[in-house]
């Protein structure tokens, strides 16, 4: 259906655009924005088959934008229901961007709710934006959607393809992976989310941690306290049973929790702590987080990472 919707577009704008003396290919190119460049004007092609205007578009990054368009408008076909054909500009028509694994813009037309008007600048500013600039509004924007417990896992400013990290296909659970990878894992999650020091009964505190692990590992931990609270992580190194497992847990990983310090990428600490911090005053600006987090019932601040190396 989208294939011959688009078809049938093209040979009727081929008609038109040819009384006023311009030419469109009579062939689809699958990687060209917009579907249809008509000189200076262009239409991007949506259809769908639901009973809704309202479907997903082009990447943020219109890598394949055709360099003669200046106009883009977008010409809707709705299937579902009583079917129907509308069409808008597309400044008007974007209201939302889906960061999967790519950013890309959602369209909907006759929308309430334009996204660049959200962004306080046209689509044609947008456009002239490095790739950095574009990724800092999707991000302040999708932040200010997030829920409680929500993180972003599209943390860099840069394009797809120079990405340093994408949300991983498989998935792997925790209790599966080798002894090294577990507690390297453990040191980043810990040292990203504190809050897993809280007072026994506090809700919440692993949440944070899970999601890291899921999200930016693609590591799934079906019992969050198996990371730290539980006796096979507590009594690794000291087997005397009793006391605060979730200290002798973390005691055991200074080491790892060190390097990480010292190796994961500053977006991280953007996204978890909500500020840059250097590298080398990571473990203080830790052990700050987490003595706050204790609220009394254990100081983290003296009794971990006390040995200076």
Not at 91 to 107: A, G, I, K, L, Q
Request: some cysteine.
């Amino acid at each position: 259906m989208p294939a011959e919707f688009e078809a049938r577009a093209r040979v009727l704008l081929r008609k038109l655009a040819a009384r006023a003396g311009l030419e469109v290919d009579p062939e689809s190119h699958p990687q060209i924005f917009p579907d249809i460049p008509v000189g200076e004007f262009g239409v991007e092609v949506k259809v769908n088959s639901k009973d809704s205007w309202r479907s997903v578009a082009n990447s943020v990054f219109e890598g394949t934008r055709h360099l003669g368009v200046k106009y883009v408008y977008v010409l809707f076909g709705k299937m579902g229901g009583r079917p129907e054909v509308r069409w808008g500009r597309y400044e008007d028509s974007v209201m939302h961007v889906r960061t999967s694994h790519v950013p890309r813009f959602e369209v909907e037309i006759d929308t309430k709710k334009p996204l660049f008007k959200k962004f306080g600048l046209s689509y044609e500013d947008f456009c002239r934006l490095t790739d950095e600039g574009k990724m800092a509004l999707i991000r302040q924007y999708a932040r200010g959607r997030l829920k409680q417990g929500e993180h972003l896992w599209w943390l860099e400013a840069k394009p797809e393809k120079e990405q340093e990290h994408s949300l991983p296909l498989e998935v792997r659970l925790y209790m599966h992976l080798p002894q090294p990878e577990k507690r390297r894992l453990r040191a980043e999650a810990a040292l990203l989310c504190p809050q897993v020091v809280k007072p026994s009964r506090s809700k919440h505190k692993y949440e944070d941690a899970t999601v890291y692990l899921l999200t930016y590992h693609g590591v799934l931990c079906p019992q969050a306290r198996d990371l730290f609270s539980a006796g096979s992580v507590a009594m690794r190194a000291d087997q005397t049973r009793g006391g605060n497992y979730l200290q002798r847990a973390l005691k055991d990983i200074e080491g790892e929790m060190r390097v990480a310090a010292r190796e994961l990428e500053d977006a991280l600490f953007v996204e978890y702590w909500g500020e840059s911090v250097l590298p080398e005053r990571r473990i203080k600006e830790w052990l700050v987080r987490a003595d706050r987090y204790a609220n009394g019932v254990w100081v983290p601040s003296k009794e971990l990472f006390t040995k200076q190396k």
